[in-house]
Structures are given as C-alpha cells and as structure tokens.
C-alpha cells in the first residue's frame, strides 16, 4: 500500500512532467490562437472530459456532497489558477521568452509555502525551506540558458504578466486546499475546469480568436487535443497532489517542470542542452530527495 505522502509526491511529479508538454504545445499554438483563446479551448475540453468521467463512474451525486463554501473556494481558485494564472504566464512567455517567463513564475511556491503556514498551519520544516531553496535554484540554472530574447519582446509587461502568474497560482493552491477534504481530485477538476472555461469565454478576447479554430490545419488540431488531453492529467496530478501531499511539498515539486522540458525541448525543438542546464537537474534532484527527508 503506497503512503499518502509518497502518492501526492509521485502525483506532483506528474503533473510536472505534463506541465512542461503542456507549455511546448503552447508554445506551438499561442501565436495562431492567442493565449486566452487556447487556454479557454483546452479548460472546455478537458473539463468536459471530466464531467463525464465522474457522472459516468461516480453519478451525479458526487457533486452533491460539497458544501457552499467548498465549491466558492474551488471556483475562486479556479479563476486564480486559469482564468488568471495561465492566461497570464502564456503571454508572458510570448513576450518575454519561455526562460525568463518560467524563471519568475515558477517562484509560487515559495509564496504557496507562505500563505500555507499563515492561513492554513502548515510547518515549514527545514527539510521543506532547504529542499525547496535547492530545488528552485536547480530550475534557475536549468532555464537560465533558455533566456533568449524574443523577437517582439516587451520586458516590463513580459515581468509583470509572469510575476502576476507566480501570485495567482500561488493564491489558488492554497484556496483549493479546504475544499479537497470534502471530494477526491477527479471531482474538484471536474467541477474547477468548466468553471474556468466558462470565465475565459466569457471574455472579448476568447470570443475574438474563436473563429480562427476553423482555420486550423490537422497538425494543429491535433495539438490542440492532445494539450486538452494533458490539460485533464496535469490539473488531476496537481490537485491530487495538494491534497495526498501539502501545499508546501506539492507546489515545489510540480514546479520542477522546466528540468522535464529540456529533454523534450531538445527532441521537438532541438535545443541543445548546456552545462549549467545539466548542473540544474541535477540540484533539482537533490532538492526533491531533501524535501522528502
């Protein structure tokens, strides 16, 4: 019987291993969609995915069982989380470069950690501070090398758009921490995805973009399935995670997706991996074997 702890750790794992496929695929589709757009094509898919998959294995009395509170913290995460969150870290990366964008986002868990002790009494353990600092420092060697600048780059919004990213997922995973004692992680995405969807079509810019779906070749309907695809496994994977492992340990631990990138970047994109990427995985790794000590 596997520990909790070590399922929410092999969980934050895996939704860091889908996260870093999911920012190469949308890497490949921002530019004919816009980020708002793909963002709110993969949440309706994915969520859709979801909602039958529950009705399908659970009934609909799964979501009977949440209470007022639960689900208005599971839909304010979700617009943290999504509607904010990614929106904002996809443009990012469009203007700033996915280096720069990944290094100042993927500071949210040290603030996820911080909101965790103040509100929600989880210790920050020296294994947990150490294990975290190693942790974020490998991912810094690791897309330091990546810090090319883009051709259409705009620094101070590129700055803003990542560092709002890295306070909104932070603010999320610790809002979606109460309502995970109530309802299993399949269940809480099943209700968090099309709340999101419904939030960014909401807006002028998803609406706008909607009519280029029809102008896709295959190729990139395929992409843009199989990111919706990831989009179920990676948010399941993380929310699991929050729940089986803690908001401190979850949120490093899926923030170690750049170290997942490199080697798919250089398959799909061939780019070269440096010496101090390498240095950076593996202080990663010695980072997720101290925060498990």
């Known amino acids: 019987m596997i520990a909790e702890t070590t399922l929410g750790t092999l969980a934050a794992l895996g939704a860091a291993v889908t996260w870093a496929a999911t920012g190469l695929l949308v890497r490949s589709l921002v530019r004919e969609l816009g980020s708002v757009a793909v963002n709110a094509v993969r949440s309706t898919v994915g969520g859709a995915i979801l909602l039958v998959w529950v009705l399908v294995t659970a009934g609909a009395g799964a979501f009977a069982v949440a209470s007022t509170r639960a689900l208005v913290l599971l839909a304010l995460s979700i617009v943290a989380a999504i509607a904010i969150g990614d929106t904002v870290f996809?443009?990012?990366?469009?203007?700033?470069?996915?280096?720069?964008?990944?290094t100042i986002s993927m500071t949210y868990p040290v603030g996820a950690a911080a909101l965790a002790a103040a509100f929600l009494g989880e210790p920050i353990t020296l294994p947990i501070a150490a294990g975290a600092l190693l942790t974020l420092g490998g991912i810094v060697l690791i897309v330091a090398p990546w810090?090319?600048?883009a051709p259409d780059e705009r620094?101070?919004?590129?700055?803003?758009t990542a560092t709002l990213a890295s306070l909104a997922w932070a603010v999320s995973v610790v809002l979606v921490k109460a309502p995970l004692r109530e309802m299993d992680a399949v269940t809480a995405q099943a209700i968090r995805l099309p709340l999101a969807a419904l939030v960014l079509w909401a807006t002028p810019w998803a609406r706008a973009a909607a009519g280029g779906l029809g102008r896709l070749d295959g190729a990139a309907l395929t992409r843009l399935a199989a990111l919706s695809v990831l989009t179920v496994l990676s948010s399941v994977l993380f929310v699991a995670s929050v729940k089986y492992a803690g908001v401190a340990v979850a949120a490093v631990l899926s923030s170690t997706a750049p170290m997942f990138a490199i080697p798919l970047a250089r398959v799909f994109f061939g780019e070269r991996l440096s010496r101090p990427a390498l240095l950076g995985a593996g202080v990663t790794v010695v980072g997720i074997v101290v925060l498990q000590l």
């Open 155 to 160: 620094f101070a919004f590129g700055v803003g």
């Open 90 to 102: 996809f443009e990012s990366t469009r203007v700033l470069g996915l280096g720069r964008a990944m």
């Open 147 to 149: 810090a090319e600048r």
